[in-house]
């Protein structure tokens, strides 16, 4: 009898795994044999469930960005409820993957123009549900100057080998209350 697969359970299972296998190559850093390889299919395999590493990227960034994965809890575990924990949950979260996904963006932009990046709808993507996260912590008119702390506190406490605190970049976000 043959196996029957849930096949979008085992797409989601495939972009899930790619994260990491981004997280750590770059987008650019392996080809789709690479990336099979790296997650024990064939490559015929995964073209079978993505039509291109573009695809394959856009479904991992999905699953990466949904809500309860930027806090780091399982789809059934509830986000904490304060603004310090939600927040502190989140930052730590970042900061585990935060130094691969700096290197990850970077090289997602690298050689493309500044209007290209722009008009990038996966980037757009990304950013409005950071953005729509983070006025559960500010005001709407101070989401994106909070995204910037968020993003400068980790840039700076991964450049000072984790000497800044992530409840200090936490209270920096919810000082602009």
């Known amino acids: ?21 981004f ?11 690479g990336i099979a390889n790296t997650l024990g299919v064939s490559k015929s395999g995964l073209y079978h469930y993505f039509s291109s590493k573009k695809e394959l990227f856009e479904a991992s960034t999905e699953i990466i960005t949904q809500r309860h994965n930027l806090y780091g ?25 935060f130094q691969g996904e700096i290197v990850l963006l970077l090289d997602y932009v690298k050689n493309r123009e500044p209007q290209d990046i722009a008009q990038d709808e996966l980037l757009k993507k990304a950013d409005t549900r950071f953005m729509d996260e983070l006025t559960s912590f500010v005001s709407a ?20 080998g984790n000497q800044t605190s992530i409840s200090t970049i936490t209270s920096w976000v919810l000082e602009l209350n």
């Open 23 to 33: 997280t750590e190559h770059g987008y650019n850093g392996l080809g789709m044999r």
């Open 73 to 97: 809890v399982k789809d059934e575990e509830k986000i904490p409820k304060s603004n310090s924990g939600a927040l502190t949950a989140m930052l730590t979260t970042l900061d585990d993957r």
């Open 141 to 160: 008119d101070k989401s994106e100057q909070a995204y910037a702390l968020m993003v400068g506190g980790l840039m700076l406490r991964l450049l000072n």
């Open 1 to 21: 009898m043959p196996k029957i697969i849930d096949r979008d359970a085992y797409r989601s299972e495939l972009a899930t795994k790619a994260i990491d296998v």
